[in-house]
């Protein structure tokens, strides 16, 4: 089955700098790899999201990278913001959608 | 959008009981249904896949026993927790896909606790 890899696992950074968080899936038939973030006690909320005809996607800060071949797929947060606080996961689906680890990303004012 | 209503919020059990967590397609068919568990500071496991009208598929690892799943509706899919013990203490959350949904529509997750 899909196993999803992500890093790194906490993640500070200065407010105004950028953050990039990096996956690694295993089975080359998933083909949707969406990023959530998520509060303490709360539904993972979709922030972007990317299939596998599309090498890359931009939402205003937000940015993710899918490298096929590598079976890598990046999240990019430039301008970051002490809100950009949370939890982030990446996932893989080719039917079922598996999750990474987590990230724990604390921006600092 | 796509809503998915999943109740309860939290619930506190007796060792020993079992409880009941539904959720529901507001607005959409719910043709899968997949349910995961999240431990504190921990990812969100999944545990098993439901499709309308048929027995649900569990990961390794996942008493199918313990963990009853029934997705007997196009709307409705519900999880039960048997003779639930403190190990099982955890936050359980749904996430549906189907009909005009895009993606997976997860419900506001069930906190549990067993004493």
């Known amino acids: 089955g899909e196993n999803v890899e992500q890093h790194p696992s906490t993640l500070s950074v200065q407010e105004g700098d950028s953050a990039v968080i990096k996956c690694t899936y295993s089975d080359s038939a998933s083909n949707y790899f969406p990023w959530y973030k998520q509060e303490l006690g709360k539904r993972p909320q979709l922030i972007i999201d990317i299939r596998s005809n599309v090498g890359e996607k931009k939402d205003q800060r937000i940015a993710v990278t899918l490298n096929k071949t590598a079976k890598h797929f990046s999240l990019h947060i430039t301008e970051t913001q002490p809100e950009d606080s949370a939890v982030y996961f990446c996932a893989a689906s080719e039917g079922k959608l598996i999750f990474g680890q987590g990230t724990e990303l604390s921006v600092k004012p | 959008g796509a809503v998915v209503s999943q109740h309860p919020s939290w619930v506190i059990c007796k060792s020993g009981t079992s409880v009941k967590i539904e959720c529901r397609s507001l607005?959409?068919?719910?043709?899968?249904m997949f349910w995961y568990r999240q431990f504190p500071k921990q990812s969100l496991m999944l545990m098993a896949t439901s499709n309308e009208g048929s027995k649900a598929t569990y990961e390794q690892g996942v008493e199918k026993d313990k963990f009853l799943i029934n997705h007997a509706s196009l709307t409705l899919s519900t999880l039960t927790v048997t003779s639930a013990h403190p190990e099982d203490s955890s936050f359980y959350i749904c996430?549906?896909?189907?009909?005009?949904?895009?993606?997976?529509?997860f419900g506001s997750g069930t906190r549990l606790t067993v004493v």
């Open positions: 607005d959409f068919q719910a043709t899968t």
């Open positions: 996430s549906a896909r189907g009909g005009r949904a895009r993606g997976y529509t």
